[in-house]
C-alpha cells in the first residue's frame, strides 16, 4: 500500500468488493496491469457477496418549533421592552407626588 502511487486510499477504498471498475476506470499503465497479474487473488463470487442495505434514518423528535433558540429570542425581544415599560409606568405612578 505504501507503494501505491494513488495512495492507500484508492486502495482501501476498494476493498471487500470487486474493484475491477474501479482499476479500469482510472486508466493504469502497462506496468501497472502487469503489477496487477503478481497481487491478483482470484474472481469473487457473486453468491457470497451481502446485498446492499438501505440507509434508515434513526428516529427523530417532531420538529417543534416553540423550543428552539430563535423562538426563546423572539419572545424576549417581545416581552423585555414591554417590562421595561411596565416599570417605567410602575415607577412614575408610586413616585408622583400628590
Given at each position: ?25 482510472v486508466g493504469?499503465?502497462?506496468?501497472a496491469r ?46 423585555v421592552p ?17
Amino acid at each position: 500500500m505504501d507503494d501505491h502511487p494513488g495512495g492507500d486510499e484508492v486502495l482501501l477504498s476498494a476493498t471487500g468488493k470487486d474493484a475491477t471498475n474501479d482499476f479500469e476506470d482510472v486508466g493504469h499503465s502497462d506496468s501497472a496491469r502487469e503489477m496487477m497479474e503478481k497481487y491478483y487473488i482470484g474472481e469473487i463470487d457473486a453468491s457470497t457477496v451481502p446485498l446492499k442495505r438501505t440507509y434508515i434514518p434513526p428516529p427523530q423528535a417532531p420538529y417543534n418549533p416553540d423550543k428552539t433558540p430563535e423562538f426563546l429570542i423572539k419572545i424576549l425581544q417581545f416581552l423585555v421592552p414591554l417590562m421595561i415599560l411596565g416599570l417605567a409606568f410602575a415607577v412614575r405612578y408610586y413616585t408622583k407626588e400628590k
